[in-house]
């Protein structure tokens, strides 16, 4: 039995490449830790609620770390691919069924995925930068997974009835 079906492995390279693509579009530096804002969370949690949590965590976790290395920051290349995957894992995991699933499981597994991402990055840049680098991305830690809530919440419940799954 496969682990993904036809249809699964389109979305992981679609979704991966949309989340390649809106990380590198739309990245805003951040200069105490040379890291950048962008909007590739959006993506991930688009992926994930509308997917569910291996596709998520595949096309998260590939699609953001490609874009890290193709931006250049080769540094983060495993560290984004292992928190952007692990948070469209849990974010699709918590989401549950997208056919019985109620708002607050998805708020809830919103919350839950995104704190995994800007729990991850800010243990990694305590090591990396101190607590001070950490601390000073941390702002822009959670606005970016606001802003992917705002925008991936109502988009995947759009996609997910166009796409009648």
């Known amino acids: 039995m496969a ?7 389109a979305a992981v390279g679609v979704m991966g490449a ?7 579009m739309f990245a805003f530096p951040i200069p105490a830790t040379s890291g950048y804002f962008n909007l590739g969370d959006s993506i991930v949690i688009i992926t994930s609620l509308t997917f569910g949590p291996l596709v998520g965590a595949l096309a998260g976790g590939l699609g953001s770390g490609l874009a890290d290395l193709l931006g250049g920051w080769y540094n983060w290349v495993i560290f984004t691919t292992i928190i952007k995957g692990i ?9 549950g069924d997208p056919n019985t699933r109620t708002m ?32 000073a991305e941390l702002p822009f830690n ?11 919440i109502p988009v995947s419940i759009a996609l997910k009835d166009r796409l009648d799954i």
């Open 87 to 95: 948070e469209g894992y849990v974010v699709g995991y918590l989401a």
């Open 104 to 135: 607050k499981q998805t708020v809830i597994a919103w919350l839950v995925g995104g704190g995994c991402m800007v729990g991850g990055y800010f243990v990694v840049q305590v090591f990396m930068y101190g607590a001070s680098g950490a601390l």
């Open 18 to 24: 949309l989340a390649t693509i809106a990380t590198m």
């Open 3 to 9: 682990i993904l079906n036809t249809r699964q492995v």
């Open 142 to 152: 959670l606005v970016q997974m606001i802003v992917a809530g705002v925008v991936g």
